[in-house]
Antibody, heavy 120, light 107 residues
């Protein structure tokens, strides 16, 4: 089955670090741009970061620049999000998503998410 | 950043109803607009891309229209499985911003 499965979420203290992972199955991972999208409790969806097919290019939302790093390992069909110096505002469900172009860009495949809670 | 404003934020409807959700961009985005459905505990799912193109496997009771700054998602003959949250999202420029969402509830 074509799917994305996130892992690595949990409880982290303010100022701490966490690494999220996303495992891709049943598609050629290296053919696609990938993204992280988050949803804070009771809030809407919020794009976090994108990475291109070979990992040579990244983009981030302003509030995570310098703190989060998106990366990928195409040999392992995996996407990552390194989170550092986290704050309570980073508490969210984090979704891995495939960023696809077909006349326009859109997220055509999503995982179920991994929850990150920042609290002391 | 381009701001996306959805309305209404929530609505109540009966099975069989026709439902319309609107999304307005703070500046022109051409047709770079997609719509997603999200149910609690599930992966979000794309319904419509490039304003009006139906994603494979999505029932044709979902349709999208619009251009530039004003867009609409219409669900005709609302089904029980359609009660969910819906989001628009622009991909004209980074950051790729979402609307705040519309919750479609059972009346």
């Amino acid at each position: 089955e074509v799917q994305l499965v996130e892992s690595g979420g949990g409880l982290v203290q303010p100022g701490g670090s966490l690494r999220l992972s996303c495992a891709a199955s049943e598609f050629t991972f290296s053919d696609y741009w990938m993204s992280w999208v988050r949803q804070a409790p009771g809030k809407g969806l919020e794009w976090v970061a994108n990475i291109n097919k070979d990992g040579s290019g990244e983009s981030y939302m302003d509030s995570v620049k310098g703190r989060f790093t998106i990366s990928r390992d195409n040999a392992r069909n995996s996407l990552y999000l390194e989170m550092s110096n986290v704050g309570v505002e980073d508490t969210s469900m984090y979704y891995c998503a495939r960023w696809y172009y077909n006349e326009a860009w859109y997220f055509d495949l999503w995982g179920r998410g991994t929850r990150v809670t920042v609290s002391s | 950043d381009i701001q996306m404003t959805q309305s209404p934020s929530s609505l109540s409807a009966y099975v069989g109803d026709r439902v319309t959700i609107t999304c307005r961009a703070s500046q022109s985005i051409g047709r770079s607009l997609s719509w997603y459905q999200h149910k609690p505990g599930k992966a979000p799912k794309v319904l419509i891309y490039r304003t009006s193109s139906l994603q494979s496997g999505v029932p044709p009771r979902f349709s999208g229209s619009g251009s530039e700054t004003d867009f609409t998602l219409t669900i005709t003959n609302l089904q029980p499985e359609d009660f969910a949250d819906y989001y628009c999202q622009q991909s004209s420029s980074t950051p790729e911003t979402f609307g705040q969402g519309t919750r479609v509830e059972v009346k």
